[in-house]
């Protein structure tokens, strides 16, 4: 599967793509995390890097076990601001009935995508990870080049989602062969002799 999913017509990518990037971009040490991380759903993952507990957890797998600073604040603060941006965009009930077939038939969660954001939900989510971050001890220039990348990271989604919506505006005018309406080049939509 591609990173980023065509739905609707607008790119959406997903958190762990995300998060898979701005950790090799900003702490390429937990790389080996994420590659740990992989064999989870994002319901796990989300669950996991939101236990409770010390500043830095400690994750049982990866070459050694190293101290996680990244990747929960990139993972936990993305996910949520896509789930509150309506990505898993189904009604309490929908989704748990989803959750429980999935539940009885052993199946993974979906992947939770991101959709493209506005400018002020961008600004939004960089606000979130830098508060996330100084929550978990960053220090502000730290915390303030992770929230960049991230949103560096989301705005390359956004513009994919535009580039996109133009492609398929032109491809839409061709297959109509560049008319507004007309049904004859002439305009007069009698048959020409």
């Given at each position: 599967?591609?990173?980023?999913?065509?739905?609707?017509?607008?790119?959406?990518?997903?958190?762990?793509?995300?998060?898979?990037?701005?950790?090799?971009?900003?702490?390429?040490?937990?790389?080996?995390?994420?590659?740990?991380?992989?064999?989870?759903?994002?319901?796990?993952?989300?669950?996991?890097?939101?236990?409770?507990?010390?500043?830095?957890?400690?994750?049982?797998?990866?070459?050694?076990?190293?101290?996680?600073?990244?990747?929960?604040?990139?993972?936990?603060?993305?996910?949520?601001?896509?789930?509150?941006?309506?990505?898993?965009?189904?009604?309490?009930?929908?989704?748990?009935?989803?959750?429980?077939?999935?539940?009885?038939?052993r199946r993974r969660s979906?992947?939770?995508?991101?959709?493209?954001?506005?400018?002020?939900?961008?600004?939004?989510?960089?606000?979130?990870?830098?508060?996330?971050?100084?929550?978990?001890?960053?220090?502000?220039?730290?915390?303030?080049?992770?929230?960049?990348?991230?949103?560096?990271?989301?705005?390359?989604?956004?513009?994919?989602?535009?580039?996109q919506t133009q492609t398929q505006a032109q491809?839409?005018?061709?297959?109509?062969?560049?008319?507004?309406?007309?049904?004859?080049?002439?305009?007069?939509?009698?048959?020409?002799?």
């Amino acid at each position: 599967m591609s990173s980023d999913a065509s739905v609707r017509g607008t790119v959406r990518v997903r958190v762990r793509d995300v998060v898979r990037d701005v950790v090799a971009e900003v702490a390429p040490e937990e790389s080996s995390v994420i590659a740990g991380l992989a064999q989870f759903d994002d319901a796990a993952v989300v669950r996991l890097l939101g236990r409770k507990g010390s500043r830095r957890e400690q994750l049982g797998f990866g070459p050694g076990e190293i101290a996680v600073v990244v990747t929960p604040v990139v993972w936990l603060v993305v996910d949520q601001a896509a789930r509150q941006l309506g990505s898993a965009a189904a009604d309490g009930a929908t989704a748990g009935a989803r959750s429980l077939l999935r539940r009885v038939l052993r199946r993974r969660s979906a992947e939770v995508t991101v959709p493209s954001l506005t400018p002020d939900q961008l600004v939004e989510v960089h606000r979130q990870v830098l508060d996330a971050a100084t929550g978990r001890g960053f220090e502000r220039e730290r915390a303030e080049v992770l929230a960049n990348a991230v949103m560096a990271r989301l705005m390359l989604s956004s513009a994919q989602t535009q580039t996109q919506t133009q492609t398929q505006a032109q491809t839409d005018e061709s297959a109509d062969g560049g008319r507004t309406g007309d049904a004859s080049p002439r305009g007069d939509n009698s048959p020409e002799e």
